[in-house]
């Protein structure tokens, strides 16, 4: 914390913290950066799945769900049968895109040394 800092933005749930929560499960910004990138911004259930390799459908739709609850997606059910659900970005899901294609850019420039960097005891990278 800096000296004369205002003690607010160290609280637990300041706005960097909050943010961040979003980011605690792995799938959060590879659902919104594939609903950006791949799918322009909606994209039904299956699609986006498909999207998606190595995310199992319970896993997405957990993700899903908690995307919805923040308010970064919309849920969309059309009358059919069986009915479509379709997901799209919400207006804050799209100011959030931004920042995450930031993180994937630097990634990618940075991927050598990322590569180099030691796995974490629970990452499934080898």
């Given at each position: 914390?800096?000296?004369?800092?205002d003690?607010?933005?160290?609280?637990?749930?300041?706005?960097?913290?909050?943010?961040?929560?979003?980011?605690?499960?792995k799938?959060?910004?590879?659902?919104?950066?594939t609903?950006?990138?791949?799918?322009?911004?909606?994209?039904?259930?299956?699609?986006?799945?498909?999207?998606?390799?190595?995310?199992?459908?319970?896993?997405?739709?957990?993700?899903?769900?908690e995307?919805?609850?923040?308010?970064?997606?919309?849920?969309?059910?059309?009358?059919?049968?069986?009915?479509?659900?379709?997901?799209?970005?919400?207006?804050?899901?799209?100011?959030?895109?931004?920042?995450?294609?930031?993180?994937?850019?630097?990634?990618?420039?940075?991927?050598?040394?990322?590569?180099?960097?030691?796995?974490?005891?629970?990452?499934r990278?080898?």
């Amino acid at each position: 914390m800096q000296t004369g800092s205002d003690e607010e933005q160290w609280l637990e749930d300041c706005a960097p913290r909050r943010v961040l929560e979003l980011f605690s499960t792995k799938w959060t910004s590879m659902i919104i950066h594939t609903l950006h990138a791949r799918h322009n911004g909606a994209a039904r259930t299956g699609s986006l799945h498909r999207s998606l390799p190595g995310i199992s459908k319970k896993m997405l739709i957990q993700t899903l769900r908690e995307l919805e609850t923040s308010g970064l997606v919309e849920r969309h059910v059309q009358e059919s049968v069986p009915p479509a659900v379709t997901y799209t970005l919400s207006p804050l899901g799209k100011l959030m895109v931004q920042p995450i294609e930031m993180i994937y850019d630097w990634a990618r420039h940075n991927s050598t040394a990322l590569d180099q960097l030691q796995p974490r005891k629970t990452s499934r990278r080898r």
